[in-house]
């Protein structure tokens, strides 16, 4: 097989896993699949799974190639909070959250971590659209706050929540403070439940 019959079959797809390649070539020589990289044809997002290079540019890609290349998982944490501007910096890491055990990856497009929770904690995320029909999986502002305050016990205080710097107006105007609530007693932990009443005192 050569490279362009094999690009014009998988460049749709955007990112496409090995198992992907393998349901439509049973035979296909993996081997092909280095040589290319190694060219600069292909990007290897991370073990088994690639992409091609003019992915790298096109808007959002960064953030649905996080969704694909560990599943389940959804954006959250920094990443979804610099996104909605409720902290100040910009993110290098793209953080998500999973029920799989806790990963990090790193490829062309930027460094991806993957923090753990159970289950039943895989909730309060929407689909974001994006082009050519595509979506991200995207926590919402408040669950991404809870995400934070949940799976990094440090910001326990009011002067730990202040070293976040959270956009005080986005805060009071802004966050869902119901939905904020209802999202909390979902998690059913008492130190958690304490960091969300500080933070909503501050």
Request: aromatic content about 16%; overall charge positive.
């Amino acid at each position: 097989m050569n490279y362009l019959e094999f690009r014009n079959k998988m460049f749709e797809l955007a990112c496409f896993s090995i198992d992907q390649v393998y349901a439509w070539q049973p035979n296909f020589d993996r081997n092909n699949l280095s040589r290319w990289t190694k060219k600069g044809l292909l990007i290897r997002l991370r073990q088994g799974y690639f992409t091609f290079p003019e992915y790298i540019s096109k808007k959002d890609y960064n953030y649905y190639f996080a969704n694909r290349i560990y599943r389940p998982s959804y954006i959250s944490l920094h990443t979804a909070l610099a996104f909605f501007g409720i902290i100040p910096e910009a993110v290098i890491q793209i953080t998500s959250v999973t029920s799989l055990k806790t990963a990090a990856f790193k490829n062309e497009l930027g460094d991806y971590s993957y923090k753990s929770v159970s289950e039943n904690l895989m909730f309060g995320y929407e689909l974001r659209s994006m082009e050519n029909g595509r979506s991200i999986q995207f926590a919402t502002p408040e669950k991404a706050l809870l995400d934070l305050l949940y799976l990094y016990p440090a910001y326990n205080t009011e002067k730990e929540l202040k070293e976040l710097r959270l956009d005080e107006d986005y805060l009071r105007e802004e966050l869902d403070k119901t939905l904020l609530l209802d999202y909390t007693l979902k998690f059913n932990n008492k130190a958690l439940n304490k960091r969300v009443k500080i933070l909503l005192s501050m």
